[in-house]
Each structure stands twice: as structure tokens, then as C-alpha cells.
């Protein structure tokens, strides 16, 4: 009698894992970003939510590798902003995990989209994709506010993804606010572009559970 497989947590379409790990960046971050080798934690926690989104959208072996160099280099990077907490170090280390998190929602948005159905992997998947552009902005945010000291009336550091995430569900707190230019216009877009993805995306997903997305898979 042939044993049926178990189907494997890391794999193609497998979006669970990726929204536990970003969820629990949330919870771990607080505690660990002001100690010792905080910006080693959290370049390596950075690395497996992106190692996490490549596998759960089906990029290929190769690319998954080469994502993998690329999120291992910023780590290292991190690591030496634990030493290093000012200066070009810690705006290098901003801009590279800007750029890590900015490719993953787009990636498993892709993925979810294309699949022929709306199941409880996609709706983890599309939950995963907001929470990530929350991310990308906070990174964002915060390089900018190592670049540019006085963008926000008050320099950032561990509070970019409270900043941020305030700004995507447009509660506007007020306890931080954007001064330059550049930071005001990207406040705006994140506002805007987070009421239009919880909107068409996220409560999409969820009152559809169970339906057809209406395409073909990829």
C-alpha cells in the first residue's frame, strides 16, 4: 500500500509559512534590535522571509540561489550596522533590504493571481503581500532618514515600521510626520496604494475563499 505524502511546508503556492514569519518579525523585532548582534538577527530574519516569498511564488531553483546570495550579503551588511549604528553602513544596509523586500510582493502577488483558485494558502499569500509593502516602506523610510536627517521631524530608527504601517492603514497617529518633499510624496503613495490593495485585494480574497479567480495558472 502506497503511503500518501505529506505536502511540504516550503514549496511552491505554500504562503503559511511565509505570513507565520512575517508575522513573527513583528513580535521579535522589538526585543532584539537594540542588543548586541541585533542587525545580525534581523538581517538573517530579513533573508528567510525572502528566501520564503522566492519558494512559496515558484521562482526558479537558480533564481532562489542567487536571492539567497543577495539576502546573505545584506545580513552581513546588517551585521556590521549592529557596530556601525550611523553613516554609510547603516544606509547601505537600508537601501539593500529596500530593494529584498520591494521584489516580494510583487512575486507572490503574481502567484496568487494566477492561480485558478482562491484557497486559504492564496488568502495568506495576499495578507502576506500587504504586510510585506508595510515592510518595504519602513525600510524605505528609515534609509531615507539615515540620508536625510531632518525628512521627518524626528529621526526614525526602530520606529519606521510603526511609521509605516500607521501610514498604510491611514490612521495618521500624527506622532511622527513627513517634512521633506520626497518623504511626503512617498507617505501619499503607501496611504493610497494600501487602501487599494486592502480594498481589491485582501477583502477580495477573503469574501471569495473557495471560488475561481477566473484565470488559468501560469
Given at each position: 500500500m502506497k503511503i500518501p505524502r505529506r505536502p511540504h511546508v516550503i514549496g511552491p503556492d505554500r504562503f503559511g509559512l511565509?505570513?507565520?514569519?512575517?508575522?513573527?518579525?513583528f513580535v521579535i523585532t522589538p526585543f532584539i534590535q537594540e542588543?548586541?548582534?541585533?542587525?545580525?538577527?534581523?538581517?538573517?530574519?530579513?533573508?528567510?522571509?525572502?528566501?520564503?516569498?522566492?519558494?512559496?511564488?515558484?521562482?526558479?531553483?537558480?533564481?532562489?540561489?542567487?536571492?539567497?546570495?543577495?539576502?546573505?550579503?545584506?545580513?552581513?551588511?546588517l551585521a556590521s550596522e549592529a557596530?556601525?549604528?550611523?553613516?554609510?553602513?547603516a544606509a547601505w544596509a537600508g537601501a539593500i533590504v529596500t530593494v529584498m523586500l520591494a521584489l516580494t510582493p510583487y512575486l507572490v502577488l503574481r502567484r496568487v493571481l494566477a492561480a485558478p483558485k482562491v484557497t486559504l494558502?492564496?488568502?495568506a499569500g495576499t495578507l502576506s503581500a500587504y504586510l510585506l509593502v508595510g515592510m518595504t516602506f519602513g525600510s524605505l523610510y528609515r534609509t531615507i532618514s539615515v540620508m536625510d536627517t531632518e525628512a521627518f521631524n524626528?529621526?526614525?530608527g526602530a520606529a519606521s515600521n510603526y511609521f509605516s504601517f500607521v501610514t498604510l492603514t491611514t490612521?495618521?497617529?500624527?506622532?511622527?510626520?513627513?517634512?521633506?518633499?520626497?518623504?511626503?510624496?512617498?507617505?501619499?503613495?503607501?496611504a493610497?496604494?494600501?487602501q487599494v490593495l486592502l480594498v481589491t485585494l485582501v477583502a477580495r480574497s477573503v469574501s471569495t475563499l473557495g471560488q475561481q479567480w477566473g484565470r488559468e495558472h501560469r
Open positions: 511565509l505570513l507565520a514569519a512575517v508575522l513573527a518579525s542588543r548586541e548582534f541585533g542587525g545580525l538577527v534581523l538581517g538573517l530574519q530579513a533573508a528567510l522571509i525572502m528566501v520564503l516569498a522566492l519558494t512559496s511564488s515558484g521562482v526558479p531553483s537558480r533564481r532562489v540561489v542567487a536571492g539567497t546570495v543577495i539576502v546573505t550579503a545584506a545580513a552581513l551588511v557596530v556601525i549604528s550611523d553613516g554609510p553602513a494558502s492564496s488568502v524626528q529621526e526614525l490612521l495618521g497617529f500624527g506622532a511622527i510626520l513627513a517634512v521633506s518633499d520626497m518623504a511626503r510624496s512617498l507617505v501619499t503613495l503607501e493610497v496604494l494600501g
